[in-house]
């Protein structure tokens, strides 16, 4: 993804992005807003895992709710039924995400395409069904509650920091978003990075360089599901309950949709799509069929007029008024291996 | 005809496959001396691409054996094919959408850094290194082919001349032993041609064997040191130009028809 | 307590290769998944639900639903589908999850959640045969779906435009040749499919009630029968809803309730995994 960089298109995101993330507890008092821009950081996250897989890799998960609530109900379950600290339960919860997010991508990408997509929403259709059914351990339909804060973090007696407000909880998840920034830059642009997005914009080619295609996919799978167990574990820890609803069905499409709207394979795309949804999915709060209509309208246009998302839109715009002469790409045409049949 | 030099660097014994019933490929044989320009001629449908799917394990034979540094490679994965030192073009070109011409290249170099995740995430001074070194070959390899002044382009947007040169630089990337180039100056026009013919014998000279599927006879008989001819997936003649020039059973499939159609 | 069981899983059979009818015509004209083929089904029943409560005959009620069902698939198509016919594949799978959220939530808007039960004039009723005490509504769904499959079968082997549809699924240019506009296959392919996906959806809103994700499981059930089917072929994905009706009727005896609708998903990726081509396919090699 040259084209941004050139400009420091990317530099200049990233650095307005710190800058209002480190002044935003200052201008926003309103417990509620912080409590928005708490599960907007949560969902940056869950973005920013997803995308590595479908925007960087090609391949659509719609199993990520399951992998999600994976990490949510482990923390759960740890911290109320064993009273281990936020700080075990966080790592225990990310590394049992991950590892059955191994599993699950390395039966699921055996398929391909259209194949993969019904597969992890099968994988995702069960670890919700279980979330829902195994009432000895997830509480059934009624999920687990009290769910504790993370412990007070104390240095001598120099600092005491507590997690009581929505705002403590605030620095917590910057730090943790900023973290899968950097990681996801850094796997992005290394040879394994690079490996996946030869991958998905033509497999044999990739195949013909000598790398290895089932491999790399089902390690990209693993680190995207790694983001879920980290987000699940704040997610859990912020709203101290976790019920099965949250990781049916319609949240591995929110994700998606979060992916999509933004611009696949590009971090703010990512980072505007989690903010502009859960944005408007909290102003419709009080209707949430219209916010789930809203969102199936919003997946058929991007789809149909903009598959590139606003970072797309964005370009198309750059490309109309900034003349350069590398930026002369395709964005919205079609340049992908192979359409329908009806051509 | 099934005497074959076991000594070259890739050798064929005995190859087939069929899809459907339809035998594109019938107890093929043939070896390529190191070092050497060898071309697998013959006229369309003749079984010329399998051939190269079956080599490089796109495909599986059903019956037969590919050997490579005396090695049996058959029926091994593409990527471990790659790995063993054969890398190849494809008929129709297939570049990445969007990708720069470095880029492109760069995707090449797979092998070089290897890929692996942790060193990555903990930027270890292997992975750093590595990346310097897949980014000088890359440059190298740029400079070779003459792509450099164009390698912040889009690949998909040059001439296909120099769409096919992005392709052997990606191929070349990889420091393969064994070159395989699947019709590389179809629909060229004879200057790109020309150029093409040119690289062609620069990278051979650079101790790569190339294997080439070909059309036009002018470009095999002025490249190559050794041309096999196909058709129906079987073996018709063998030899320097010269004498497949002058071969009967050539002449009667492949010169005559071209002579009648020109 | 067998034959209970038996009959019951013939009966959701009968509804999941409906269902999987839908998705295999889809796919043998344009090989995409119509993911939002769940939604026709719950459309379907929603629209005789409706009509029914405004006191028209029901019989006309259900057709009204199936006509209903049709143009939706039908709309589908021509609204978002057709202008994504060079697209990749992928976007317009994730284009048609936008439509089955869509239509869900439209459905959740305009009708309410909670579910309402589609009269039958026969659910009351049992019959006796051979000495199994059966309802009679059961024996409606039976006898309607083997007349659905009939009629589908003259449509398919006995008109011109079935013969076209044939045709389309080799190469959907062929059906030019016949004279027959390709764009016009393909709107009565949905529209056929869709037509079958509403009679399923209405017929099992007598006895599973009619809500607004009624379609999901029965779409991702008829999903799997296509494909243990084999997808594109129609008789292969009648034997496979018949074969998962009857598995998971039988399953729901040895595990909990709860995990019913796990069976088919556990199906689905044991079939996609080892029978991808389906039981009654054959592994065809796609030359590069």
């Known amino acids: 993804m040259k084209k941004m960089k050139e400009l420091g298109y990317s530099k200049m995101g990233l650095i307005i992005g710190g800058i209002v993330l480190f002044f935003l507890p200052f201008l926003i ?315 | 005809m099934n005497n074959v030099n076991s000594d070259g660097i890739l050798t064929i014994k005995n190859l087939s496959k069929s899809f459907g019933g339809i035998k594109a490929v019938n107890d093929l044989s043939f070896s390529i001396t190191e070092g050497h320009i060898h071309a697998v001629i013959g006229p369309n449908g003749a079984g010329k691409s399998t051939v190269f799917n079956l080599i490089t394990g796109v495909f599986m034979p059903d019956n037969g054996e590919v050997r490579f540094k005396n090695r049996n490679i058959t029926s091994m994965r593409t990527d471990h094919v790659a790995k063993a030192g054969i890398s190849r073009t494809f008929q129709n070109i297939r570049l990445f959408p969007e990708m720069t011409v470095f880029e492109t290249v760069l995707m090449g170099t797979y092998l070089i850094t290897g890929g692996k995740v942790f060193p990555a995430l903990f930027l270890t001074k292997n992975f750093r290194n590595n990346e310097k070194a897949a980014k000088e070959r890359v440059e190298e390899i740029l400079h070779f082919v003459g792509l450099w002044d164009m390698r912040d382009e889009y690949a998909a947007k040059l001439s296909y001349g120099n769409q096919r040169r992005v392709e052997i630089a990606r191929a070349l990337a990889m420091n393969p032993q064994l070159l395989l180039l699947d019709e590389p100056t179809a629909g060229m026009n004879p200057q790109e041609t020309k150029e093409l013919m040119d690289l062609f014998s620069l990278v051979n000279k650079q101790g790569i064997t190339i294997l080439i599927i070909a059309h036009d006879m002018n470009l095999v008989n002025v490249l190559s040191d050794q041309i096999t001819v196909i058709n129906f997936g079987e073996k018709l003649a063998e030899g320097p130009p010269k004498m497949i020039h002058n071969h009967p059973a050539v002449i009667e499939a492949y010169m005559g028809r071209a002579e009648a159609n020109a | 307590m067998i034959v209970d069981q038996l009959i019951n899983g013939i009966v959701l059979g009968s509804v999941y290769a409906l269902m999987a009818i839908g998705y295999t015509m889809v796919w043998n004209v344009l090989r995409f998944i119509n993911f939002a083929h769940g939604e026709v089904y719950m459309g379907g029943a929603f629209v005789a639900l409706y009509l029914a409560l405004l006191d028209m005959p029901l019989w006309l009620a259900y057709v009204g639903g199936v006509v209903a069902g049709a143009l939706l698939g039908y709309l589908m198509e021509k609204v978002v589908y057709k202008h994504m016919r060079t697209a990749p594949k992928l976007n317009l799978l994730i284009a048609a999850i936008g439509i089955a959220i869509l239509l869900q939530n439209v459905a959740q808007f305009v009708f309410g959640a909670s579910p309402e039960r589609l009269h039958s004039p026969f659910l009351t009723e049992s019959v006796l045969i051979g000495g199994v005490l059966i309802n009679q509504h059961y024996v409606f769904i039976i006898i309607i779906a083997i007349i659905v499959m009939a009629l589908l079968e003259i449509f398919i082997n006995r008109t011109l435009m079935g013969k076209a549809v044939q045709a389309a699924a080799q190469n959907i240019h062929a059906t030019e040749l016949m004279g027959i506009n390709a764009n016009k296959v393909i709107s009565i392919t949905f529209a056929v499919g869709s037509a079958v996906g509403a009679i399923a959806g209405i017929l099992v809103g007598p006895i599973f009630l009619v809500y607004p994700t009624m379609g999901v499981f029965a779409g991702l059930k008829g999903f799997t029968a296509s494909v243990m089917g084999g997808m594109g072929n129609i008789p292969g994905a009648l034997v496979a809803g018949l074969m998962l009706g009857i598995v998971e009727s039988f399953a729901t005896g040895f595990i909990s309730s709860g995990y019913r609708d796990a069976v088919a998903m556990v199906i689905l990726l044991v079939i996609l995994l080892v029978r991808p081509q389906g039981i009654f396919g054959k592994i065809v090699q796609e030359k590069v």
């Not at chain 1, 351990?137 to 999920?143: E, Q, R, S, V």
């Open chain 1, 29 to 343: 008092t309103n417990p509620y807003f912080i409590y928005v821009v708490n599960l907007i950081l949560i969902y940056i996250i869950l973005t920013l895992g997803l995308d590595l897989l479908v925007g960087y890799t090609g391949q659509v998960s719609l199993g990520h709710a399951g992998l999600f609530g994976i990490g949510a109900y482990s923390t759960a379950l740890f911290s109320t039924k064993l009273d281990y600290s936020f700080w075990v339960t966080l790592p225990l919860a990310t590394i049992i995400t991950t590892m059955i997010g191994f599993v699950v991508g390395f039966i699921g990408l055996k398929l391909v395409e259209e194949y993969l997509v019904m597969a992890t929403l099968a994988f995702g259709t069960i670890l919700w069904l279980v979330f829902l059914n195994w009432s000895d351990l997830t509480g059934g339909p009624m999920g687990v509650s009290a769910i504790p804060a993370p412990p007070t973090i104390r240095i001598g007696s120099i600092l005491e920091y507590g997690f009581n407000k929505y705002i403590d909880y605030y620095p917590l998840f910057v730090a943790f978003v900023l973290l899968s920034i950097f990681v996801t830059r850094l796997i992005i642009r290394s040879g394994f990075g690079r490996a996946c997005t030869a991958i998905r914009d033509d497999e044999l080619a990739a195949q013909a360089m000598g790398i290895p295609v089932f491999k790399t996919k089902v390690v990209m799978f693993t680190i995207s599901s790694a983001y879920c167990g980290v987000a699940g574990a704040l997610y859990a820890h912020f709203l101290h309950v976790v019920s099965p609803e949250t990781f049916a069905f319609a949240m591995s499409v929110t994700i998606l949709t979060m992916v999509m709207i933004g611009g696949q394979g590009s971090i703010i795309g990512a980072i505007l799509g989690a903010t502009l949804l859960t944005v408007t999915s909290e102003a419709l709060r009080s209707t949430p069929e219209l916010r789930m209509m809203i969102y199936g309208l919003l997946i058929i246009l991007v789809m149909m007029f903009f598959p590139r998302g606003i970072m797309g839109l964005m370009h198309l715009f750059k490309e109309k008024f900034i003349k350069n002469k590398t930026v002369n790409t395709v964005v919205n045409s079609e340049v992908k291996k192979e359409g329908l049949r009806y051509e």
